[in-house]
């Protein structure tokens, strides 16, 4: 078990481009979150999925934003048309579904800046 | 809604030193769990000690311990004997019940320093 990998580990795009970011959670964890984290904040909830079904969605994540986890495995998050305020650390997480409350499992994030 | 607060931006304590880092939060749901991540430099957030809200027990994982008390809705780490390896961004996150935990909440961060 390799944990969770994000990647890239940074992505620098210019502002409009689209943007996509994948993360692998850990083999047998059903459970997948997407969260943004700006510089000196905590992260914040943007999405979850329990296998390939997207259960909730945050206000933050705006219809520039989709995620998928089509197969239950590995997810992506797009950005298209990316704006300055984009520029932030997106983080992946995963638990089974019935032991989320054992905490979360965090990859390393995907640093995203916007020029 | 569910809202966690820390109050203090950053701490810095000597090596060896014991630190209390605070925290607050509101939830009107009767069954939840509070955590304590740590996010050292450049690297990836680890969980450090977690509570459920309906044990009175605090919760201790050798030199780390919460001090909770719900009626205040408060959710102290203190970190006993500090180490070099202490210093990260540490945050205190809180999570509703059901099946399994779902969407976490967190705190603004509290950065911590150990001085050699």
């Known amino acids: 078990d390799t944990g969770v990998s994000q990647d890239p580990r940074h992505k620098i795009t210019k502002r409009g481009q689209n943007v996509t970011f994948r993360c692998d959670p850990i083999?047998?964890?059903?459970?997948l979150y997407w969260y943004r984290q700006t510089l000196g904040q905590g992260p914040e909830f943007l999405t979850y999925f329990q296998n390939e079904a997207q259960l909730e969605k945050s206000r933050l994540l705006s219809d520039r934003f989709s995620a998928e986890r089509p197969k239950g495995s590995f997810s992506t998050l797009e950005i298209q048309r990316t704006e300055q305020g984009d520029s932030a650390m997106y983080l992946c997480?995963?638990?089974?579904?019935?032991?989320?409350?054992?905490?979360?499992?965090f990859g390393s994030g995907t640093r995203l800046t916007v020029v | 809604a569910q809202t966690v607060t820390q109050s203090q931006p950053e701490m810095s304590v000597q090596e060896a030193e014991t630190v209390t880092l605070s925290c607050t939060y509101d939830t009107s749901e009767n069954n939840y769990y509070l955590f304590w991540y740590k996010q050292p430099p450049s690297r990836q957030m680890i969980l450090v000690i977690r509570?459920?809200?309906?044990?009175?027990q605090n919760a201790t994982e050798n030199r780390f311990s919460v001090n909770f008390q719900k009626a205040a809705k408060s959710f102290s780490l203190k970190i006993s004997d500090s180490q070099l390896g202490d210093t990260a961004m540490y945050f205190c996150?809180?999570?509703?019940?059901?099946?399994?935990?779902?969407?976490?909440?967190f705190g603004q961060g509290t950065r911590l320093t150990i001085n050699p």
């Open positions: 997480a995963s638990s089974p579904w019935d032991r989320g409350y054992y905490g979360y499992t």
């Open positions: 509570q459920e809200a309906y044990k009175q």
């Open positions: 083999s047998e964890h059903n459970r």
């Open positions: 996150a809180l999570s509703s019940g059901g099946q399994g935990a779902q969407k976490l909440v």
